[in-house]
């Protein structure tokens, strides 16, 4: 009771008491101290409510004052009779007053026919304040605030207030005004509050039970953090002493390779002496002779002479370069190496009711129970009084907090879109429909291998596709392992090309201003493709792969976006990466390797990039590269940390997309890569959506950073492409529903691929292709279906395109494409 009757704010006894809509109370001064704001915030719920809405606590005041009036009958001081001077005997709970002995009997002669109730001091020092509130309420009779000496008896239904039966007859008259007995009205009252608090119990009790879970939680967290931090401090001195041990090594194979090559030196630096000196005693020798030598002495010195000068003649001094040797020390970029690891969160969705929906549900049960209480009491007896619903408040948390407005960066992290509202509103509800518990799992390369590129794979786990029957079409199961593989299908070779700049020079060609047009390649590709959803397809037990339509929806809410860019040695179908870049708001990734392919003149001159004696170079500048293996484990790596993203780019449909999954597919990296992506997404494509009437011709990324953001950047250098481009994304500010409209897969664009003979062949049209691989056929299963049953096979399996075309030109389709593999066969 002591709690009740403090404070939230001063912790003092409260005064002057005001009612929040939390129900919970403070006084009229830190009231005050909140005047320059309309709302008001609890200090112990921290529920905001508007000035407004304030109440007087009348019940809180009363109890106060009750609490006063205890405490100094408790001292056992001497109290004043409220009418004289002398000490007090006595208490009127009526007339709230302290009597003597002469004023109790004077009190009692004057108001007997009142029947005021009067306490001795005495037995009022022996209550508890709840016994002498109990005495105080029971003793003490409500009266007419309009009609003197009235008792309230009644309660008007009709004005929902207080009134005594001379109100009946002036005021509320009936058959206007409704009334009943107060008496019975109050104990109505309080069963129905009663329940109320029943239910209440109830839900605390589920709430306390979330309490304990949310802080076993957090206790938990703590502990594995700490256990971490430990296993992290662990892992970094394990790491330098791998280093320390690693430079050791080196040192050591630095002065065996120096020792190895100083002693063939100081060999050949002897024998080179040696010979000097011979050179010089045939000198002295040759000289004296000449000099002072008889003729008999030269004839008999002669012959061996010459021959100790012949074969000093045919010493040779050798080449002093042949010896000279470099050893260069090649610095090792530890970042990508992930020495120690790496911190992984996942979001492990909850199989039950998330928490915060839980409170959300606890919240609306409590209200749905407990609020119609008084509507139906008021209602069952003909009032006109309707039940009102609860106000919903929609608040917009950031980071901090605070309110925060739309941002159209790439990240929609916590921001959950409305499918029936207009596509263009975004909304951060207070609840979210979809909370997670985040747990972080920490990936560790083994201590004893640190090589480049040895990265631990994703623990995402694979699709695994429906295998549907195949008794429906007539087809055997196992007779389709029989069958050939894909038409065309071409082995990687990972091996590098040995080629120099002047053989470039001879085998190349001229290609003026290719770069410039890179862009432009995806200018007759449609940028508005069906959303229609796709039917469960069953044939050769493969189920194609659509791309997300309506029922295969990709929540971009739920992922952040990386824009990525390629510079390459060309634009055909097979050049080479040169450079790979990447960003993510602040995060950014950039990585060069050699090609393996020569750089075409064109490109070279737009990029800046050349090769000389295998190394790169950047406007005359080498670069630090490394192998392409290694710079696609770093990329993988680099998405890993982003827990699945939107993959964006300027034309990477038609362009980036299809090089980087051959790359990936020559290095079996492919799988992998898709399990750590949600989906691409062409810019160019969503910037033609979106500003098809906005009189823009040219829709190159440069062209559009100049248009849009009025400014320009270094084009043609891959990092400096990306944060333009998210920089233009920012600009262009599309919806979720937008955005899903333009997004597809690896598997969609390997499908529309694997369809080009079937276009070169006229056996269907771009147009056709594009809605086959979005349908998720390929060319490999459709040639299955129509090889294992000719005839109907393949009409059957192409059923779902008749959604998409006439059933005229669906029959016409089906018959050239079966006309096309029986050319083939």
């Known amino acids: 009771m002591a709690q009740f009757l403090q404070c939230g704010t001063c912790f003092c006894d409260i005064t002057s008491p005001k009612l929040l809509s939390c129900l919970h109370s403070i006084c009229q001064t830190c009231l005050k101290d909140q005047d320059g704001c309309h709302v008001v915030t609890c200090p112990t719920c921290h529920q905001p409510t508007e000035k407004a809405e304030v109440k007087d606590n009348k019940l809180l005041s009363d109890l106060q004052s009750k609490l006063d009036i205890l405490k100094q009958i408790a001292r056992g001081s001497d109290l004043s009779c409220s009418c004289c001077n002398f000490s007090a005997r006595s208490m009127c709970f009526e007339c709230e007053k302290f009597l003597c002995q002469k004023c109790f009997e ?22 508890s304040f709840q016994e002498f509130l ?39 008259k009936p058959p206007d005004h409704e009334y009943r007995d107060i008496k019975q009205e109050a104990q109505e009252q309080k069963d129905n509050l009663a329940k109320m608090c029943t239910e209440l ?95 008999e002495e030269v004839m008999e010195m002669q012959k061996f002479v010459k021959s100790s000068l012949q074969q000093l003649r045919r010493s040779k001094p050798g080449n002093a370069d042949a010896l000279d040797f470099t050893v260069e020390f090649k610095k090792t970029d530890l970042e990508p190496l992930n020495l120690l690891g790496s911190l992984v969160v996942h979001k492990d969705m909850v199989t039950e009711t998330n928490l915060v929906q839980t409170e959300f549900n606890l919240l609306s049960t409590t209200t749905q129970q407990l609020l119609p209480v008084f509507s139906q009491n008021h209602s069952s007896h003909g009032s006109t009084t309707t039940q009102q619903p609860l106000p919903v408040f929609s608040q917009h948390h ?109 085998t190349q060609s001229v290609v003026s201003g290719m770069m410039e047009n890179k862009e432009n390649t995806g200018d007759s590709l449609n940028s508005k493709e069906s959303d229609k959803g796709t039917p469960l397809l069953e044939c050769a037990g493969c189920l194609p792969s659509p791309a997300p339509a309506a029922d295969q929806h990709i929540p971009v809410e739920d992922h952040s976006i990386v824009f990525f860019d390629l510079e390459t040695t060309g634009l055909g179908s097979k050049c080479d990466i040169i450079q790979l870049s990447a960003a993510c708001m602040e995060k950014t990734f950039n990585v060069y390797m050699v090609p393996r392919t020569p750089i075409v003149k064109g490109a070279s001159a737009v990029t800046g990039f050349t090769v000389r004696r295998h190394k790169l170079y950047l406007h005359h500048h080498p670069v630090q590269t490394k192998t392409h293996r290694d710079c ?47 989906g691409f997404l062409d810019t160019l494509i969503l910037s033609k959506d979106l500003l098809q009437n906005t009189g823009i011709k040219s829709f190159k990324q440069e062209n559009l950073v100049k248009e849009l953001l009025k400014k320009s950047y270094p084009a043609h250098n891959a990092l400096e492409d990306v944060k333009a481009l998210q920089d233009l994304y920012s600009a262009l500010r599309p919806t979720p529903a937008q955005i899903t409209s333009h997004l597809f897969t690896l598997d969609h664009m390997e499908s529309h691929t694997s369809l080009q003979p079937l276009v070169e062949g006229k056996a269907i049209s771009k147009t056709t292709a594009q809605k086959l691989a979005r349908l998720g056929f390929n060319f490999e299963k459709m040639k299955r279906c129509h090889l294992q049953n000719p005839s109907e096979g393949l009409r059957q399996f192409l059923e779902p395109l008749k959604e998409e075309l006439k059933n005229s030109m669906f029959t016409k389709t089906v018959d050239k494409i079966c006309a096309f593999f029986k050319i083939e066969q």
């Open 398 to 506: 950031s980071s901090h907090g605070s309110t925060t407005t739309q941002q159209p960066l790439p990240v929609f992290s916590w921001v959950h879109h409305n499918p029936t509202a207009p596509s263009s509103l975004l909304t951060a509800p207070f609840f979210s429909q979809a909370s997670t518990l985040i747990k972080i799992k920490r990936e560790r390369q083994d201590d004893e291998d640190i090589k480049p590129g040895t990265f631990l794979a994703s623990e995402l786990p694979p699709k695994r596709p429906y295998k549907p029957s195949l008794e429906k079409l007539g087809v055997s199961p196992a007779s389709l392992n029989a069958l050939p593989p894909n038409v065309g299908q071409k082995t990687a070779d990972d091996s590098l090309l040995d080629y120099s700049d002047d053989e470039c020079e001879e």
């Open 106 to 127: 004077a009190h009692q002669v004057f108001i007997a026919k009142d029947s005021h109730s009067v306490e001795s001091l005495e037995s009022l020092k022996v209550m």
């Open 134 to 172: 109990a005495t105080a309420r029971k003793k003490r009779l409500p009266y007419c605030p309009d009609h003197d000496k009235q008792a309230i008896s009644i309660f008007c239904r009709t004005c929902s207030k207080s009134i005594c039966t001379t109100c009946t007859v002036l005021m509320h």
């Open 632 to 678: 696609l484990m770093s990329f993988l790596a680099f998405l890993r940390a982003l827990d699945r993203p939107l993959l964006a780019g300027h034309n990477i449909k038609r362009f980036d997309c299809p090089i980087l999954a051959r790359v990936l597919e020559e290095f079996q990296l492919n799988e992998e890569f898709k399990l750590l992506v949600s």
């Open 201 to 295: 119990c109830k839900k605390e009790d589920a709430f306390e039970e979330i309490l304990k879970k949310l802080l076993n939680l957090k206790g938990d967290h703590q502990s594995r953090m700490k256990e971490l931090k430990e296993q992290i401090k662990v892992s970094v001195k394990e790491a330098v002493r791998k280093v320390k041990q690693k430079g050791q090594a080196l040192l050591k194979e630095l002065e065996g390779i120096h020792k190895g090559m100083d002693a063939k030196m100081s060999k050949n630096l002897l024998h080179m002496e040696d010979v000097q000196k011979r050179i010089e005693g045939s000198k002295d020798l040759l000289e004296n002779m000449i000099k002072y030598a008889t003729d």
